[in-house]
């Protein structure tokens, strides 16, 4: 396993050391070649992760920076890329979607006539109803029709003519 900081913990443990077997410690050179190809690897993807975190780091500051500085193109732009995307999966999932068609085994038999017991007495409570109301304004219009208007009109228009003069 490749160790990215490099510590070794062989090292720093003595029971470690003494637990190797006699095999290992007459073989150094080909362990010691591949440690150090290891540690030459690691500090390479180490460098490698350094140069990315900065890069990463300084493209957020300056999409930051553009975003703070143009915020009108910034919000047109996101709202342009929402309709895309919105009508990308519009159109990508209608024709998906097929509409299936219920066929009732009675075929083309209007049921509507079986509500109409249902429905009868709340169309004669309508009508009573209307007649009702009927009745009550055409009484209003009746009694409007005795009002005498000059008899409030008649002091307005002598208290207008004294202003008018």
């Known amino acids: 396993m490749i160790n990215p900081n490099g510590d070794e913990f062989m ?22 070649r591949l440690r150090q190809a290891a540690d030459k690897v690691s500090n390479y993807a180490g460098d490698a992760w350094e140069q990315t975190r900065e890069r990463a780091s300084l493209a957020r500051e300056r999409t930051e920076f553009f975003l703070r500085e143009n915020p009108v193109p910034t919000v047109i732009g996101a709202l ?12 990508s999932s209608s024709s998906a979607e097929k509409e299936v ?13 079986l509500s109409l017991p249902f ?3 709340f169309f004669k409570s309508v009508r009573r109803k209307y007649e009702d109301a009927a009745d009550v304004v055409g009484d209003q219009v009746d009694r409007m029709k005795k009002v005498d208007v000059d008899r409030y009109v008649k002091p307005l228009r002598k208290k207008w003519k004294s202003w008018a003069n």
């Open 11 to 32: 090292n720093d443990d003595p029971l470690a050391a003494s637990m190797r077997s006699s095999e290992e410690q007459g073989s150094e050179e080909t362990p010691g």
């Open 80 to 91: 342009a890329l929402g309709v895309a995307i919105g009508l990308a999966i519009r159109y």
């Open 101 to 113: 068609e219920v066929k009732s085994p009675l075929g083309n038999l209007d049921l509507s006539i």
């Open 119 to 121: 429905l009868w007495p």
